[in-house]
């Protein structure tokens, strides 16, 4: 069982920046492939980003291309989505997930094996 918890959500005003951190249990955090997710209110799922086990290839939706970038610490079990330059069409809850094992990017939230509770992130205009 991996359990996946995120931080760093909060309030920002258009144009601001912050970073979400996702802490991973497990002893093979480097084995897994990692992203995240969003969902506005009243909105399905959405893919923002994700990562390979060996953060060497990353994947990203089209809206964010250029503002978001995933990364990995394997010694610390965490991956990291930097936001910055945040719209307010941004808010949502943002929700980690991970695939365990898997050697490249997984893209579809079926595949995801665990996820985490979300964090909340609000963009003021």
């Known amino acids: 069982q991996v359990q996946l918890v995120e931080s760093g959500g909060g309030l920002v005003q258009a144009g601001g920046s912050l970073r979400l951190s996702c802490a991973a249990s497990?002893?093979?955090?480097?084995?897994?492939?990692m992203g995240w997710f969003r969902q506005a209110p009243e909105k399905e799922r959405e893919f923002v980003a994700a990562i390979d086990w060996s953060g060497t290839t990353t994947f990203y939706t089209d809206s964010v291309k250029g503002r978001f970038t995933i990364s990995r610490g394997n010694a610390k079990n965490t991956v990291y989505l930097q936001m910055n330059s945040l719209k307010p069409e941004d808010t949502a809850v943002y929700y980690c997930?991970?695939?365990?094992?898997?050697?490249?990017?997984?893209?579809?939230?079926?595949?995801?094996?665990?996820w985490g509770q979300g964090t909340q992130v609000t963009v003021s205009s």
């Open positions: 497990g002893r093979t955090f480097s084995t897994y492939a």
């Open positions: 997930a991970a695939k365990t094992p898997a050697r490249s990017i997984v893209i579809g939230p079926r595949q995801y094996d665990y």
